[in-house]
């Protein structure tokens, strides 16, 4: 089992920014897949999730109408869409991922797998 993040980066208060996180070892499980980011001394927050048999989504409030959660089944990779970013966006972004049933979708503690993280800087 393993994610791999990328695609962080430094931009520009209103520009873009696309995460991908491609997961391997988890053929055959009902599985779902969030993003998070960790902003220096502050908690680990959920951004967005999403069910990879149904593409149900989730967001926080936060970034409801800027960010999109999207998948490609078939390259196992599940990106996420950054617009009209802020400064407060500045965190380290964290791919996430579990299986079975899922409960509270942003919540750090729904999910036993992590990527190592890619950064996200807005200026």
């Known amino acids: 089992v393993q994610l791999v993040e990328s695609g962080g980066g430094s931009v520009q208060a209103g520009g873009s920014l696309r995460l991908s996180c491609v997961a391997s070892?988890?053929?055959?499980?009902?599985?779902?897949m969030a993003w998070f980011r960790q902003a220096p001394g502050k908690e680990r927050e959920g951004v967005a999730a999403?069910?990879?048999?149904?593409?149900?989504?989730y967001y926080a409030d936060s970034v409801k109408g800027r960010f999109a959660i999207f998948q490609d089944r078939a390259k196992f990779t599940v990106y996420l869409q950054m617009n009209r970013l802020q400064p407060e966006d500045t965190a380290m972004y964290y791919c996430?991922?579990?299986?079975?049933?899922?409960?509270?979708?942003?919540?750090?503690?729904?999910?036993?797998?992590w990527g190592q993280g890619t950064q996200v800087t807005v200026s």
């Open positions: 999403i069910m990879i048999l149904g593409a149900t989504t």
């Open positions: 070892g988890f053929a055959g499980s009902n599985l779902y």
């Open positions: 996430a991922a579990d299986r079975g049933t899922i409960g509270d979708a942003l919540n750090v503690g729904q999910y036993a797998y």
